[in-house]
T-cell receptor, first 115, second 114 residues
Framework: AAGVIQSPRHLIKEKRETATLKCYPIPRHDTVYWYQQGPGQDPQFLISFYEKMQSDKGSIPDRFSAQQFSDYHSELNMSSLELGDSALYFC??????????????FGSGTRLTVV | AQSVSQHNHHVILSEAASLELGCNYSYGGTVNLFWYVQYPGQHLQLLLKYFSGDPLVKGIKGFEAEFIKSKFSFNLRKPSVQWSDTAEYFCAVRPGGGADGLTFGKGTHLIIQP
């Protein structure tokens, strides 16, 4: 079965650079969630989208922005990168809120290293 | 806002031992509850979830969890663990019916010794 696809798998950037992470949800899933997991830490919710509109916002820094496109894939844009942004960034997808059985499917993540 | 507390950050067991990982949440309304497992170097995988109905939920790989509303708890159990259960386990909560993202506990690092 198709899973949530994230690209790239690994990314190395320098401080103050920008990065764009991509997430392709499971077919027919129209809701996308982004999480950040620092080394040895629990995942922190960043932001979610439903039908191309932002549906919820968590602890996403102002330097980050995200959007969901017409094909439901989502991109997380990160600017002015800091060393502390080094983390594993997970994307998850589900069916529409209210219709979903709530079992998100997580992608394998993008490991971002800022040097 | 909701929060999740996992009491044990590190647990070491021998194979065939019984497992119980504690999870308590704080939220006044209806919640959806989840347990996820993260094997070394891998992504989060859903073990089981509770939405409503029977408070004893059975998941994959022999895991189960019991929702006790009066105690705001959703503890994970397995009668007999295996070496392959070595992983990080996360409890998560979400307000029922919404589009909110999950709130995760800090995780429990489980090590099973052969």
């Amino acid at each position: 079965a198709a899973g949530v696809i994230q690209s790239p798998r690994h990314l190395i950037k320098e401080k103050r650079e920008t990065a764009t992470l991509k997430c392709y949800p499971i077919p027919r899933h129209d809701t996308v969630y982004w999480y950040q997991q620092g080394p040895g830490q629990d995942p922190q919710f960043l932001i979610s989208f439903y039908e191309k509109m932002q549906s919820d916002k968590g602890s996403i820094p102002d330097r980050f922005s995200a959007q969901q496109f017409s094909d439901y894939h989502s991109e997380l844009n990160m600017s002015s990168l800091e060393l502390g942004d080094s983390a594993l960034y997970f994307c998850a997808s589900s069916l529409a809120p209210g219709l979903s059985d709530g079992g998100y499917t997580f992608g394998s993540g993008t490991r971002l290293t800022v040097v | 806002a909701q929060s999740v507390s996992q009491h044990n950050h590190h647990v070491i067991l021998s194979e065939a031992a019984s497992l119980e990982l504690g999870c308590n949440y704080s939220y006044g309304g209806t919640v959806n509850l989840f347990w996820y497992v993260q094997y070394p170097g891998q992504h989060l995988q859903l073990l089981l979830k509770y939405f409503s109905g029977d408070p004893l939920v059975k998941g994959i790989k022999g895991f189960e969890a019991e929702f006790i509303k009066s105690k705001f708890s959703f503890n994970l159990r397995k009668p007999s663990v295996q070496w392959s259960d070595t992983a990080e386990y996360f409890c998560a909560v979400r307000p029922g019916g919404g589009a909110d993202g999950l709130t995760f506990g800090k995780g429990t690092h489980l090590i099973i010794q052969p």
